[in-house]
């Protein structure tokens, strides 16, 4: 259903909720205020891209979206592709890719693809997941030791090596403040879970490198003094060879900005109770994406430690979303003259611990003792995240689940002659059958088990292809048959034609609704006979008798 959250929630909202939702904002635009920053900068842009994102993303998600309690905003997940993207093609490029990503986004959303989420196999998630951690963590040693470094090598090795060459340089202010700042994250929730600690490190931080007269970097230094105002809205000059170029980082920033902000939709469900309407939400994110960068902003979705701070401090309606817009606006608006004096080493700190967490180093952990498949999916994912393209990382992972799930159901499909069994009536099932129900002299019978697709095609033809003699009549028992696809179709139509040529009648017998279907919309079934397309072993049995 493609109606945003905020009109159905409205609906009997009551004072009491209005202000837990205020409250719950307030708090979350708190602690968004530095990651906002943090994550800007982590990108490769100036800081104040990271706010108007918030605000102009944050607020649209919120407002038009399918999530109850979603927040949105700069994430850590978008740190990676958009560092790329401002590298390789420039702020223009970026925007435009953002603007191109959303309009992908409204697509999937209108043609109900939100659903989708669901086949992105986990260990792909965890892996690309972790490997944007560490390199996020990678991207904030210069800043958190002070080393000045013009600019760092853009591969992960690289940026090691130049960390332990420059190592000598680091500065005592800037490890003193970055330090403590990590202290201050890891003990605070201690103190207070009301006052954000990421808000209160950095006052504290900030307040500290003034009247100690510190000489570190901040973002005045760095970037100059950060405007309090939103920029007025640009719309990009789009050409067809530009448009071609960043098809690639298009898709890129959609199929992220959808993962990311519909597994923080799941989250929240799962806090609050909660059901989301996942096409209404890419919708959303589609809108939130095409403006933000119009506004000045960068690439946003759904940002899951801030939506589940959201939950844990009352948020409820998207109103807290809204007010969490807001909240950042008006900070922008008065005090963000104030955030040039933001020490970096206190951004590189914050940005550690989201990394950290991002990780989610356990489930990591975890997942190691998973199938060995799905460990092969998980490490070759982080790999490729980590040494050489996220984009790449998630293709190849996909690819190489989907490849290690097909051998899997291949090797769970199995093809046996079964004749013998009906009439030694062996087991349980088989000895349901009646003197009468014998298999006549002639008869074979093969039971095919598991779903009939490509992969188990061939082990299809290699079986039947091993039949002992030519029977009068080869019964096919497709009761454990829930699915076939073309290439088994065409495996079963060759074994009908060859059996066919030397003179032996097939029957399919018990075939499942969704494989009846398929031989029935195709030429099979007039290749095979309509009378030999029966409805259990049963009937199956009667017509060699017939017959004879």
């Known amino acids: 259903m493609l109606v945003p959250k905020l009109f159905t929630t409205l609906h009997g909202y009551t004072r009491a909720q209005c202000a837990a939702d205020v409250s719950a904002g307030i708090i979350v635009g708190v602690v968004a205020l530095p990651l906002a920053i943090a994550f800007a900068i ?6 104040e891209r990271g706010l108007y994102t918030a605000i102009v993303a944050g607020f649209l998600i919120s407002a038009l979206g399918g999530s109850r309690v979603q927040i949105g905003g700069p994430t850590g997940a978008f740190v990676v592709i958009v560092y ?26 209108l043609s109900r693809l939100g659903g989708a989420i669901k086949f992105i196999p986990y260990p792909v998630i965890t892996g690309f997941t972790a490997g944007i951690a560490a390199i996020i963590f990678t991207g904030q040693i210069k800043d958190l030791l002070g080393l000045p470094m013009a600019a760092l090598p853009a591969d992960f090795v690289g940026r090691w090596r130049a960390y332990a ?5 680091a500065q005592p202010a800037a490890i003193a403040l970055g330090g403590g700042t990590l ?15 990421p808000f209160v490190a950095l006052i504290a931080t900030t307040v500290a490198a003034q009247l100690l007269h510190l000489p570190v970097a901040t973002i005045g230094t760095r970037f100059g003094n950060l405007s309090a105002a939103l920029p007025h809205p640009v719309i990009p000059h789009v050409t067809l060879q530009t448009a071609r170029a960043l098809v690639g980082p298009a898709f890129t920033i959609a199929m992220l900005a959808a993962i990311e902000s519909l597994l923080s939709a799941v989250v929240a469900d799962g806090m609050i109770g909660g059901r989301h309407r ?42 807290a979303g809204i007010t969490h817009a807001l909240t950042l606006l008006l900070i922008t608006l008065f005090f963000g003259r104030w955030a040039g004096r933001i020490p970096l080493a206190t951004l590189a700190a914050i940005l550690i611990v989201v990394a950290y967490h991002m990780s989610e180093w356990r489930t990591f952990r975890a997942e190691l003792s998973a199938p060995r498949s799905d460990v ?101 028992l497709m009761r454990n048959v829930p699915a076939i696809d073309s290439t088994g179709l065409n495996a079963l139509r060759d074994i009908i034609r060859r059996f066919h040529h030397s003179g032996t009648r097939v029957i399919l017998a018990g075939v499942q609704p969704q494989p009846r279907d398929a031989i029935t919309r195709s030429s099979l079934l007039a290749e095979l006979g309509e009378e030999n ?5 049963d009937q199956a049995l009667v017509l060699p008798r017939e017959a004879a």
């Open 84 to 109: 790329g993207i401002v590298q390789r093609y420039g702020l223009d490029g970026l925007m435009i890719a953002t603007v191109m990503g959303g309009v992908i986004l409204v697509g999937l959303g």
């Open 376 to 476: 092969a999916v998980l490490l070759t994912t982080f790999l490729l995240t980590v040494f050489v393209d996220l984009t790449l990382a998630v293709e190849v992972g996909m690819v190489l689940a989907a490849f290690l799930f097909m051998r899997r159901m291949a090797e769970v499909t199995s093809v046996s002659g079964v004749t013998r069994e009906f009439n030694d009536r062996d087991g349980p099932e088989m000895a349901l059958y009646a003197e009468g129900r014998r298999v006549p002299p002639g008869v074979q019978i093969y039971a095919v088990d598991g779903p009939f697709f490509f992969g188990a095609a061939a082990k299809f033809r290699e079986t039947l292809g091993q039949v002992a003699g030519t029977p009068r009549v080869l019964i096919l």
């Open 165 to 169: 060459a420059g190592a000598g340089a």
């Open 278 to 319: 996942s096409n209404m939400e890419l919708v959303a994110q589609g809108i939130a994406n095409i403006a933000s960068p119009i506004f000045g902003g960068i690439p946003a979705t759904g940002a899951i430690a801030r939506t589940a701070t959201n939950v844990k401090n009352g948020g409820r309606t998207p109103v």
């Open 42 to 47: 982590a990108s490769g842009v100036t800081p």
């Open 533 to 537: 397309l029966v409805g259990d072993l």
């Open 183 to 197: 202290l201050l994250l890891v003990l605070w929730p201690r103190v207070s879970r009301r006052i954000p600690a």
